[in-house]
């Protein structure tokens, strides 16, 4: 596994908690946000302000531009950005503390802290606008806030980079979720229950993955489909490297060693760990209906 995908994983488990916590669900509702998705989307674009739902579209590539609509931007007019930001660190010093328990306090915690915060002071912001939205917030007191805080940067930061490989690669939203699941690396739910494409719209995008000899008649994933999203990875995991090289291999393997027993405690994430939380792919074909 190239480093810089093991250390995203690493970041990736802390920040995941921020999504399935019910502790998120009732912060959220009582700052007068309204479901799972207007929490979900206005909370990661918080640190922006109140920008319009153009902007979540173009950062957000994977979802439907229906589904961000739905709640951007009536999120802004419930609550503001900074209501909903105090709602979200709100909630993750609660749930932190109730799936940490007495690790909350830890030694390995404020290590790990320490560390991503050098890790986010090392990387370049350009062309990574969630994370230049969140590195521009106050870093929370509290380790284990500020390890969740960093996390998130970290996360954010390997977004970015991974939107502008997508986009390198010629791929708009639709494209890029039946491709990944076209090559076995999502769940095929991801393309209508979660994402939110249409079944027209996912058609559309298999067509042109055809046209383009990424899939093939069958809508199952060539050799050159294989080879894209192989390159996509590449290219994400370059550009998400050099702030994990700036600290150093000593820094990022104390980072992996600390976190592992941290992160052993909190629930699986629907990225790195979907296979066990969703039925399986059959086959590599795409399917008639994606809804």
Known sequence: ????????????????????A?????????????????????????????????VVESLFFYYAPVRVRRAIPDAWALAAPGTVLAARYEA???????????????????????IVRAACEAADPTGRVLFAGW????????????????????????????LVALAAAGLDGCESVVSQV??????????GKEAGWSEAEADAAIERLRQRGWLDADGRATESGFAGRAQIESVTDRLDSTHWAAIGDEAA???????????????KDDQLDWRDLYPPNTTTSMPPRVN
């Open 1 to 20: 596994m190239p480093a810089a995908r093991q250390m995203w994983e690493c970041v990736e488990r802390y920040h995941q908690l921020c999504y399935w």
């Open 22 to 54: 019910p502790e998120v669900r009732e912060t959220g509702t009582a700052a007068g946000l309204k479901g799972f998705w207007m929490n979900y989307f206005a909370t990661r674009a918080a640190p922006l302000g109140a920008v319009p739902a153009t």
């Open 92 to 114: 993750m010093d609660r749930a932190l503390r109730r799936e940490l328990g007495d690790l909350v306090g830890s030694d390995a915690v404020a290590r790990s802290a320490e």
């Open 135 to 162: 590195l521009a917030l106050e870093w929370p007191d509290g380790p284990h806030l500020a390890l969740w805080h960093g996390c998130t940067l970290l996360r954010e930061y390997r977004s970015g980079c991974h």
């Open 182 to 191: 076209a090559v076995d690396e999502a769940p095929r739910e991801w393309i």
């Open 253 to 267: 393997g104390a980072l992996l060693a600390d976190m592992a027993p941290i992160n052993a405690l909190l629930p």
